[in-house]
């Protein structure tokens, strides 16, 4: 099969699009299809300037398409992904990510994109992971060679505009824009129903098939967690004997790291034992730090900041007895799955959408998302370690599918749209 898919984040970025993205790419690659990837540079990407190329490259390993029968990176790294079309980032910066250059008046991309679609013989599928610039050339791109368009809405924009502070007549607009795109496609995706229910919050009130996330670890048995609990311990220094609790993604507000800090300088004015690891960094990340000094929280927390290594975070995740995550702006974040891959049960904030796939009191634990809220669940959990195990094997039963099915079935569905068409 041929797919072409676009997104407007992908690797370096580590956000949840790209990190969807670049999973999408490596299992199709890996069924044997031929797949290409529509995505700006971020201005970190240490070659921005080459547009098209395979990111391993770098490393030593032979540049590739990923055509069957070419050689496929060996690590299953989303930070080091197969390559992709790119465009240029205009000097404009959202929600500390260069926004996508404007593909219509990019000669070069449209050159080397119209170069690989001939190899490729032209799509059978094209699949949009947003509903902006890369979206609107997914969307040409489909009509153009008459093949059916899925696009996928993952994320509360709204939120985004807000907190980039954008006039009010943008915030009201943006949302009948992304609804007016989807409305343009010919089938819809979400990874679980509330990410669906923001879309029609939006003004779209066509069909949602759900599909959800997945997950780049495998489900790791006791014994194995246990090795990986120790190899961290070691990483860390981490003072033995006591909870841990962490959390990974960006630094930003708006995921309510405010009310994770109130509620651990509530834990540590009472007495309580714990250590606190922070993976990640974001556009408030010195803000973030600032606070957690000012509250006296210097002795229980680590601030590790972006962890890119994938043994890392296996370490981390393995390592960590509950995984703090109040955020009510996430949809459906990886790192919920993630967690739960390593038996690792997640403190999520009640009603929210991060939470929605889960079930208080069997995978997960729902708190309100306040300080004192959110410390009185966790002194419950620190003092019933038995609770904690079987949230944790629950998570692990029940969360954690390996991004392999979930493609796999992406992908019976992408034959299904093609076969409707012949």
């Known amino acids: 099969m041929r797919v072409v898919l676009a997104s407007d984040s992908y690797a370096p970025v580590l956000d949840g699009v790209a990190v969807c993205v670049s999973h999408y790419a490596r299992a199709l690659r890996e069924s044997g299809d031929d797949c290409i990837v529509i995505a700006p540079h971020s201005g970190r990407d240490p070659v921005s300037r080459g547009r098209l190329r395979a990111l391993?490259?770098?490393?030593?390993?032979?540049?590739?398409?990923?055509?069957s029968g070419e050689a496929k990176p060996a690590a299953d790294d989303p930070a080091d992904p197969p390559e992709s079309v790119r465009l240029d980032p205009l000097p404009i910066h959202f929600a500390a990510v260069s926004l996508?250059?404007?593909?219509?008046?990019?000669?070069?991309?449209?050159?080397?994109?119209?170069?690989e679609l001939r190899r490729m013989g032209g799509p059978d599928i094209v699949h949009t992971h947003t509903p902006f610039a890369a979206g609107s050339e997914a969307r040409r791109i489909a009509r153009?060679?008459?093949?059916?368009?899925?696009?996928?809405?993952?994320?509360?924009y709204r939120a985004d505009i807000e907190a980039a502070g954008m006039h009010s007549a943008g915030r009201d607009l943006l949302p009948a824009r992304i609804a007016s795109f989807y409305r343009s496609c010919d089938e819809v995706w979400a990874p679980n129903a509330a990410t669906a229910e923001t879309l029609r919050e939006y003004g779209y009130r066509g069909a949602v098939r759900v599909m959800p996330n997945g997950t780049e670890f495998s489900a790791v048995g006791d014994a194995e967690r246990q090795v990986l609990r120790a190899a961290c311990d070691r990483w860390l220094e981490a003072?033995?004997?006591?909870?841990?609790?962490?959390?990974?993604?960006?630094?930003r507000w708006e995921k309510n790291i405010g009310v994770i800090l109130e509620a651990l300088a509530i834990l540590k004015a009472g007495g309580a034992r714990f250590h606190m690891i922070f993976a990640g960094s974001g556009r408030d990340d010195r803000e973030i730090r600032q606070s957690a000094d000012e509250l006296g929280l210097d002795p229980v927390v680590t601030f590790l900041g972006r962890v890119s290594e994938r043994r890392r975070l296996r370490q981390l995740y393995a390592r960590a007895d509950i995984f703090v995550f109040p955020s009510v702006y996430d949809n459906?974040?990886?790192?919920?799955?993630?967690?739960?891959?390593?038996?690792?049960?997640?403190?999520?904030?009640?009603?929210?959408?991060?939470?929605?796939?889960?079930?208080?009191?069997?995978?997960?634990?729902?708190?309100?998302?306040?300080?004192?809220?959110l410390a009185r669940t966790l002194v419950e959990l620190f003092a019933d370690s038995e609770r904690v195990r079987r949230l944790g094997a629950a998570a692990r039963e029940r969360l954690s599918a390996p991004w392999g099915e979930v493609v796999a079935g992406a992908r019976r569905r992408y034959a299904e749209l093609a076969a409707a068409l012949k």
């Open 332 to 373: 459906a974040p990886l790192v919920i799955r993630e967690a739960a891959a390593f038996a690792c049960p997640s403190v999520l904030a009640a009603g929210a959408s991060a939470a929605s796939d889960t079930v208080d009191g069997v995978d997960a634990v729902h708190a309100d998302p306040t300080g004192p809220a």
């Open 144 to 156: 153009h060679f008459r093949c059916q368009l899925v696009g996928t809405f993952h994320s509360k």
């Open 100 to 115: 996508p250059g404007i593909p219509s008046v990019d000669v070069t991309f449209h050159r080397e994109l119209r170069s």
């Open 56 to 67: 391993r490259a770098a490393a030593g390993v032979a540049a590739t398409r990923g055509r």
């Open 239 to 251: 003072p033995a004997g006591i909870p841990m609790l962490l959390f990974v993604g960006q630094h």
